[in-house]
């Protein structure tokens, strides 16, 4: 099992920039398939973006450009927003799920706590 626990939220006004956190300990030896998530308010939770073991990435479309994800050896990761919009708002949730790679429909088991993002005109 990994333990995650997300920080940097905030509130910034539309155009801006926020950088979100994910610290990943327990066994970050293992290989995993690592994501951001966010939920708006009367929204369904959405897939941001994944990054596999070997840095590929994928991203929602309406992120596309905008939003970065990265990851280290740690199994750490970040999310770094920028051009941020009133839409991007939302509770934002690190998760994980068992593989090298990031295909496939399967359920992240590992959630993090989430951090809440509010973007203002």
């Known amino acids: ?13 539309a155009g ?14 293992s290989s995993y398939c690592m994501g951001w998530f966010r ?13 596999d073991e070997n840095g590929l990435t994928k991203y929602a479309d309406s992120v596309k450009g905008r939003f970065t994800i990265t990851r280290d050896n740690a199994k750490n990761l970040a999310l770094h927003m920028n051009t ?16 090298t790679y990031c295909t496939g429909p399967r359920p992240f088991p590992f959630w993090g706590q989430g951090t809440q993002v509010n973007v203002s005109a």
């Not at 994910?22 to 970050?28: D, H, P």
Request: hydrophobic share 35%; aromatic share 6%.
């Open 39 to 51: 939920q708006a308010p009367g929204k369904e939770r959405e897939e941001v973006a994944t990054i």
């Open 84 to 99: 941020l919009e009133v839409e991007d708002t939302g509770i934002y949730y690190c998760a994980a799920r068992w593989g």
């Open 16 to 29: 801006g920039l926020l950088r979100l956190s994910c610290a990943a300990s327990g066994n970050t030896d």
């Open 1 to 13: 099992q990994v333990q995650l626990v997300e920080s940097g939220g905030g509130s910034v006004q």
